[in-house]
């Protein structure tokens, strides 16, 4: 059965020299389809191992197409020219062959499932690209929207066809110019090709400085990449193929070990021209110029199994992405290896049917003539224009949701962070700290923590107002109010910050401090695991008291003292404190977690309160052991997130969403948690 399935293979590929327009067939350029596809196919999967991302640079599987779309397709152009029989309208009739009838069937399937699970604005965004695609400008759009490495870049579904667009552009162009330059310049068309290359290679290097993503998604910065295949073309034709001594058969193998490095060991670079682009493109023009000489690679990328996955690789580039991002948006979890393996087997036989019944099909002219071609493909856009248009019109069909549930899309919720003289009070600056509550009334209150005690600002704010007092704000991200210790690596200025903090209370004479941070982080070290498939992203930067060299338990009994020792050493200086502990933290982000739950009507999203208490087991001992000191105030988050009676902490409520991302509150949520501490403060402001 392997062997049939092969030989099928086999015959498809001798059939594919057939359309080649008179250049000949070569096998292992398939089999470099194959590397390029599944470069990207596992790029995508985010496939771990042993904590590493083995194709963190895969994504480079696009540069390897390009470079093999320019020496096709050009070659197809010079040999059409030579032998004087090119056409626009056949060339333009191949590419649509080509390209629209598996890319249509792919958009309409991805529109049925984004019906089913995906909720109103993110349903407009895809009915949107849904016309960029069709006009091929996906390029432009997916520009002026994502950077490609972003988080919701794993969640859009067309976002792999900006690379489709970029092409389709680019032979706009082409042909017209190959025409002009074969009549009256055909003896410097080489030369033209490379100095057209180096123009677009240099502007691509100039552009990624100043505009990242327009380096990476526009066609002038990528056109280097095609006409590095064109050249190949070019030059191919002139001089035809290299002889191919000893010398030129290692060359191959030196491209892909170039592809290989650029893909597994350079990794992911934000960037369009790095060096890992570099290689990826050199590589593979060392192959397509120096392969079929009877090398091992060439060998290699010419065997059966990799032939035949070079010749589906284009339906296997169009189905992964749907696949990918609509798993991604109906899991709430991050899916695991297995899943995507799951995942990538489902892709290659989606890739098969539609290479076998729709892409092989509509090129043959016998089969699929162009009255029809024309037909289907005019007929199934207008259908999905259509449909997007409608999706603009009504809102993303929000009548397939409750009332309930489309206020609860339409939150947008915020940090709480406090507005003072015209600033927002993220201040890190001891001299110039943000001052909240009444104007013009000396602080005798602090705010101490991290970017957690930054969120509580704004309540904050409108709490001291009404009891006419201020506070001065002194929180810095990434450090705990923890004196004494520094964070591992020195991220971020802590023990400095810390102290300037302590001259501060005493400078100012502060008889109050309200601290929010989250000690229990810092101390394990670690993100907050839900154990129920909710894993804060990392890394996080754990504390350490300085100089501190030992293990790591020792490490975290250490930064707990630590913890202790600056609760008493603030009281001790006769401020009154109010320790709020760390709020419930939920592993999964909350508003991105809510549109799939709400998607699939799974509310509500909550964590485990015995999760909660085990996770900040030892600074709940601390607070317990020095709840009788004067002065001690301590406010427990779980009271106010979280039930007794379901064992539950919750992140929303009907028609309030709690946080911001995985562990911050929201204005919203910080004004629940400063209504429980606002009595405790009344009282101890009016006490005898």
Known sequence: MLKAFLDRFGRAGRVSAATLGGITYRPEIDGLRAVAVVSVLFFHAHLRFAGIEPFKGGYLGVDIFFVISGYLIAGIIFSDLDGESFSLARFYERRARRILPALLLVIAASAIVGLLFMTPEPISQFARSIFAVIFFVANIFFYQRDNYFSEPSDLTPLLHTWSLSVEEQFYVFFPLLMILMWRFARRSL?????????????????????????????????????????????????????????????????????????????????????????????????????????????????????????????????????????????????????????????????????????????????????????????????????????????????????????????????????????????????????????????????????????????????????????????????????????????????????????????????????????????????????????????????????????????RMSRSAEALRATLLRVLEMGITVYYILPVPEVGWHVPRTLVKLIAQNRLPLTTSLQRYLERNRVVLGIARDIQDETGFVPIYPQRVFCRTDTARCYTHDGATIFYTDTDHLSREGAEKLVAVIAPEIKFRLHAP
């Open 190 to 554: 080489a030369l033209v090709l490379i100095a057209g290359a180096a123009v677009s290679f240099s502007l691509a290097l100039h552009t990624d400085k100043t505009d990242p993503s327009a380096a990476f998604y526009l066609l002038q910065n990528r056109a280097w990449e095609i006409l590095t295949g064109s050249v190949l073309a070019r030059i191919e034709q002139a001089r035809a193929r290299p002889t191919f001594d000893a010398i030129a058969r290692m060359l191959p193998a030196l491209g892909l070990g170039l592809i290989f490095a650029s893909i597994c060991l350079l990794g992911a670079q934000e960037t369009s021209v790095g060096w890992n682009t570099v290689l990826a493109v050199s590589g593979t023009a060392l192959i397509i110029r120096f392969g079929e000489g009877g090398d091992l690679v060439s060998r290699l990328l010419a065997t059966r199994p990799l032939v035949g996955l070079g010749l589906f690789s284009y339906s296997l580039y169009l189905w992964h992405q749907p696949v990918f991002a609509f798993t991604r948006l109906f899991l709430i979890d991050a899916p695991g290896n297995f899943i995507s393996c799951v995942l990538i087997l489902t892709c290659l036989v989606l890739a098969y049917l539609s290479w076998r019944f729709v892409e092989v099909p509509f090129r043959n002219r016998t089969t699929v003539t162009r009255r029809k071609l024309v037909v289907a493909v005019i007929g199934i856009s207008a259908a999905l224009l259509v449909l997007a248009g409608s999706s603009e019109f009504t809102g993303g069909f929000p009548q397939r949701f409750s009332a309930d549930q489309l206020a609860l899309l339409a939150l947008k919720p915020q940090r709480g962070t406090a507005i003072a003289d015209g600033r927002d009070c993220r201040r890190q600056s001891i001299d110039d700290a943000c001052v909240i509550g009444r104007p013009h009334t000396a602080p005798t209150f602090a705010v101490l923590g991290d970017s957690h005690a930054e969120t509580l600002t704004g309540p904050l704010n409108d709490l001291f107002y009404e009891l006419s007092i201020a506070a001065y704000v002194y929180a810095y991200p990434a450090c705990p109010f923890v004196a004494g210790v520094e964070t591992v690596g020195k991220k971020a200025p802590c023990l400095e910050f810390q102290e300037n903090v302590f001259a501060a209370l005493r400078q100012h004479r502060i008889t109050s401090v309200i601290i929010n941070d989250r000690s229990t982080a810092y101390i394990s070290g670690t993100t907050f695991d839900n154990g129920e498939g909710g894993i804060e992203p990392g890394p996080l930067a754990a504390i350490r008291p300085v100089g501190f060299t030992g293990s790591e338990a020792e």
